[in-house]
């Protein structure tokens, strides 16, 4: 399931800082600026909105971290989630499955730096685009979404990537001024 809020100063932060875990306001806390930081709370209170109604949750998450930096819940090994923002909002997706996220606005369409991280064929999509940068970013989110579930490895080819994910399926949902998309795998079926 997705999840999205693009309330993000819509909460008092010093109350926020107090309804977390210590492990989530220590890394909230590294931010220096109150955007970031209510950016990081934003998206933990997602995921605990999405574990309440998607599994009856009730406790703040604690998080393991892989040798790659990828976050799993400490008590519920075999729920997945994934965590992402933008300036102006954050996006929250959790199931059963392997699965990433990704949230980016629509403004940063860099055709110089587009060329340096899209193949040959997604330039060609870019660029055939009446809103270029609206393409751009669906494809970046889907990358990054993509790079998320396969648990942020080092060493893919980025202009490539989507190639290695060829399996897996894509929801994206185009809003105004940001695109959100998830990642999924499809589940295998048991042999009979």
Known sequence: M???????????????????????????????HERDRRLCLAAY???????????????????????????TLARFPSIHFSLSHCREAVACAVGDHPLGIDIETTDHYNKDIAMAVMSEDEMSQILASQRPE???T????????????AGNPSG???????????????????????????CTRPVPHPQE
């Open 2 to 32: 997705i999840y999205i809020d693009s309330h993000i100063w819509d909460f008092d932060l010093t109350e926020a800082l107090a309804a977390v875990s210590p492990q989530r306001r220590q890394y909230a806390l590294r931010y220096r």
């Open 45 to 71: 209170r997602l995921l605990r909105q999405a574990l309440l109604r998607e599994y009856g949750i009730t406790e703040c998450p604690l998080f393991n971290y892989d040798n790659n930096g990828k976050p």
């Open 134 to 136: 609206v393409a751009f």
């Open 138 to 149: 669906r494809l970046w989110t889907m990358k990054e979404s993509f790079y998320k579930l």
């Open 156 to 182: 893919l080819d980025v202009p490539h990537l989507l190639d290695a994910a060829a399996r897996c399926s894509f929801t994206t949902i185009v809003y105004p001024r940001y695109i959100l998309t998830r």
